[in-house]
């Protein structure tokens, strides 16, 4: 079984590596400590919302040391439109995720958002009240069930994870 695992680790980062997805450099948060952590493109497996769907998602994630009041903060897979989803009244405690699924469903409830992400590559900001940037991720294709994401969380350089 391990040898199993250490075989289709080492052909991911193969593969990321002749896509020029694997990344050395460090890709501290430059705007702050409210970050997009972690995503998934394609999920097939890698955990279901509270309706039992697959959805892609996004993590983020509150690298401060006080809660912050995610109300008004925008979340979008498009630059000219950086105001695609909008965080509810919704306080996000230091240290800690909330994942908000990319799923085009937004009448699911308030951590839906009305676009899904790319396997092929995209870009998603992240952008304050005033839609000024907070992050945001540049990513290539990735295969379904694999997540780009910061290691460690919050402030360590995009690395391919298996979430």
Known sequence: MKTKYTLICTALFSFFVATGMAQNENCDPF????V???LV????????DEFGENDDWIEIYNGSDE?????????SDNHGNRTKFVFPDFVLPPDEVVVVWCDNQPEQGPFHA??????TGEEVGLYNQDTTSLDYVRYGAIPDDISVGRFPN???????LIP
């Not at 705007?31 to 409210?34: D, P, Q, V």
């Not at 493109?41 to 279901?48: F, I, K």
């Not at 009305?114 to 396997?119: A, T």
Request: aromatic share 10%; proline share 8%.
């Open 67 to 75: 809660p912050i009041n995610m109300e008004g903060i925008f979340l």
């Open 154 to 160: 919050g402030r360590g350089p995009f690395n391919i």
């Open 41 to 48: 493109a394609g999920n097939d497996n890698v955990g279901a």
């Open 36 to 38: 997009i952590n972690e």
């Open 114 to 119: 009305p676009f899904r992400l790319s396997g």
């Open 31 to 34: 705007f702050g400590k409210l």
